[in-house]
């Protein structure tokens, strides 16, 4: 199931994970001569999330339709032909597009295929169709950034993207997530490792 936590509500349960978050509600305890544990862990919190967003499994990201925030014209270049589809910075990672015209959604192949596709889209017979149509990242494409997307076939002058499941950062003050991925968020062993 699809949560949204605050920075400070996240904080909380780390510290509670962690052991660092007195039970006890008629007592506190404060000390100021150490290092900023909250700071250490919103850092690692942050690390943690972004990790997920980039490489997590699927079922760990809570994916969110950003179909009506893409950018989708019909790429010029004669060499590629298809769809350019560009993604707004808050993305972190695509999973499927689907362009009108498509029968169903696709699997966004990653840049390392690009060539080959590209190619295939030169022949008629390996071309992609309405009912097995293709997509994928454009070479230089990185986790983490806003990749653009080739997509074939470009149906009608102006293509437009129906469906564009992607992973999308919200920001540094909430964490968007499945429930499934709290477990490896809120895991208190440490990923710093000392000198």
């Not at 494409?141 to 009608?156: E, N, Q």
């Not at 993207?161 to 909430?174: C, K, R």
Request: hydrophobic fraction near 45%.
């Amino acid at each position: 199931m699809k949560i949204t936590l605050s920075k400070a509500e996240m904080l909380k349960r780390r510290r509670i994970a962690g052991g660092l978050e007195p039970l006890r509600a008629d007592c506190t305890v404060e000390r100021t001569d150490g290092i900023d544990i909250d700071a250490v862990l919103e850092t690692e919190l942050r690390r943690r999330y972004l990790d997920i967003l980039d490489h997590g499994d699927r079922s760990l990201v809570a994916a969110d339709n950003i179909a009506a925030t893409v950018s989708c014209v019909r790429n010029e270049d004669p060499g590629t032909g298809g769809a350019l589809i560009a993604a707004p910075a808050m993305c972190r990672r695509i999973f499927d597009v689907r362009l009108n015209g498509w029968l169903r959604a696709v699997e966004v192949r990653p840049p390392d295929e690009a060539d080959t596709i590209i190619s295939r889209q030169q022949n008629p017979y390996t071309a992609a169709t309405a009912a097995h149509p293709v997509a994928v990242f454009t070479r230089g494409a990185v986790a983490g950034s806003a990749p653009d997307i080739l997509a074939w076939p470009a149906v009608g002058i102006h293509p437009q993207a129906l469906t564009v499941t992607a992973a999308i950062d919200p920001g540094e003050d909430y964490y968007t997530i499945d429930e499934a991925a709290l477990p490896i968020l809120l895991d208190p062993s440490p990923t710093i490792q000392p000198i």
